[in-house]
């Protein structure tokens, strides 16, 4: 299932809302979820993380205006993961290498 859409709001709280999520995503039958881009793009906090600006920086460094990305930090992103792989969801990354 795609774990996102291009208008979530950029309020940073996307990874904690698929944590909180996981359990009933996987009551629901749901057994993969597709994540978004989890760097930082361009357009920062605002950025949907196709326009790429850095690789590495998963919502931990103050570059391009904010912290976190448009869907939080990286201990939120990892946290969702851990959330997802315990209910027994697999997580599918977006990465875009170019």
Known sequence: MQGFHWYIPADGNHWNRLKDEAQSLAKAGITALWFPPAY?????????????????DLGEFPQKGSTPTKYGTKDE??????????????????????
């Open 40 to 56: 930082k793009g361009i357009g920062g906090g605002f950025d949907v993380g196709y326009g790429i600006y850095d690789l590495f």
């Open 77 to 98: 992103y990892v946290a969702a993961v851990q959330a997802c792989r315990q209910a027994g969801i697999n997580v599918y990354a977006d990465v875009v290498f170019n």
